[in-house]
Each structure stands twice: as structure tokens, then as C-alpha cells.
């Protein structure tokens, strides 16, 4: 039985998929394995990723998604990461390491995959390292599913994520496990991730949109439907 299972949910994503199928294939720490939920892509990523992974087509919604591959996963680690990330060598390794005592779940630094202007790279790394950093120490942890792990056990008793939210569903998850255990901000557990939203949308544009989510969840407990 794998140690770890690593859980990736993806649609049409043939572009990117390759970043973490292959960075995972690197990794220092090698007793894992692969899920990918694919929702019924139309292009070439499913095709792609049974070449590295495990996969599971149905059509689902990112909640759904990590749900539908955390009932498949025999680990009893959850890491999650999305299709458009790429993990360091020492990702797993490190989140292997960061689970002692009464650590329940783990996250890490998310830097850009491209090279970005200088405002781009400033914000990745004052939310991953500075913003994210500082929910855990107050004890309102916003972990980012893009680069998180937990323990299957403390996932499945909260019924894992909320499948009616289609975004802020990370967070929403984080606010449910705390009262479990303690969560870990780890260093050496690092992805990089496209930025091809925040390019496409401007650096303006993506900040608002995250902030009126964040402000639509915890006013009304409805965030947007879709990302």
C-alpha cells in the first residue's frame, strides 16, 4: 500500500498536464501514487496521463473531483495539487516528514511556473509565503488546493470537500479540519503554478476577484460557481 497518494483533478488540461505527472516522476520520495480525475475531457489529457497515473473519468467539478480520487486513494497521505503545477523534487519528501504529533494537514510555497513580470512573482509569494503563512499562525488557516496535503483519516471524517462549492472550496475545507489537529506551513513543499489566470485576467482583475469571493463566502457562505 503506497504511502502517499497524490490526487490531481483535470479537464482539457493536455497543455499542462505534464508538469506535475512528470515532476512527480522525479520526486525524491518514491512511495506514492498517482490519481487523476479526469472530468471528461474532450482533448488529449487523459490519454496523456494513463501513461503516468492511475485515472478515473467522470464528469465532476473540482470538489467532486478530489472527493472521487480521495475515496480511490489506498495512502494514508492526501496530497493534492492541480493539473497545472509543477512539484519539486523534494515535495513529497518533505510532506512525508512534516506529519508528526498532532500535524493533521500541511501546505506549502506556490511560485509561478513562467517567468512573470515582477508584480506577478511579488503576489505568489506574499500569498503562499507572507498571507498563507500568517492565517495558520492566528489559527484561521486558508491553505490553497493547489498545494496542500492531509491525513486520509481526518479528510474522510469531515466527508472531504464541500462537492456544492465549485470555488472556495479549499478554504472552506481548511475552516472544517482545524478544530482536528494543528496544520503546517512546510517550506520545502513547493510547486510551481501556471499564471496563465492572472495573466489573463491582470493582476488588478484576478486581486478582486479573490477578494469579493472571500467576502461573498464569509457574508453569505455562497462563492462564486465558477473560477
Known amino acids: 500500500m503506497p504511502k ?29 501514487e ?21 485515472v ?5 467539478g473540482i470538489s467532486l473531483a478530489r472527493n472521487i480520487g480521495a475515496k480511490a486513494a489506498k495512502g494514508k497521505l492526501l496530497v493534492f495539487l492541480d493539473a497545472d503545477t509543477k512539484p519539486s523534487r ?8 512534516a506529519f508528526d504529533g ?3 494537514a500541511a501546505t506549502g510555497p ?10 506577478i512573482s511579488l503576489g505568489y509569494k506574499f500569498v503562499s509565503k507572507i ?14 488546493g493547489s498545494n496542500f496535503a492531509i491525513d486520509k483519516r481526518i479528510f474522510d471524517k469531515v466527508h472531504g470537500f464541500n462537492e456544492k462549492l465549485e470555488t472556495y472550496e479549499d478554504w472552506d475545507l481548511s475552516e472544517r479540519i482545524r478544530r482536528y489537529g494543528k496544520i503546517k506551513y512546510v517550506f520545502g513543499a513547493l510547486v510551481y503554478a501556471s499564471t496563465r489566470r492572472v495573466v489573463a485576467w491582470g493582476v488588478s482583475g484576478y486581486f478582486m476577484y479573490h477578494v469579493s469571493n472571500m467576502i461573498r463566502y464569509h457574508l453569505f457562505k455562497k462563492p462564486k460557481d465558477a473560477y
Open 34 to 54: 498517482i490519481i487523476v480525475v479526469d472530468g471528461e475531457s474532450t482533448d488529449r489529457t487523459a490519454a496523456i496521463a494513463r501513461k503516468y497515473a492511475k
Open 4 to 32: 502517499i497518494s497524490v490526487i490531481i483533478p483535470a479537464l482539457n488540461e493536455e497543455k499542462y498536464i505534464k508538469y506535475p505527472l512528470e515532476g512527480l516522476q522525479k520526486q525524491s520520495f518514491r512511495d506514492f
Open 110 to 119: 506556490i511560485l509561478p511556473l513562467e517567468k512573470s513580470k515582477l508584480g
Open 102 to 104: 498532532d500535524i493533521i
Open 131 to 144: 498571507f498563507v503563512r500568517f492565517t495558520i499562525l492566528i489559527g484561521m488557516p486558508s491553505i490553497v
Open 56 to 60: 478515473i473519468t467522470k464528469k465532476s
Open 90 to 97: 523534494y515535495l513529497l519528501e518533505s510532506y512525508n516528514r
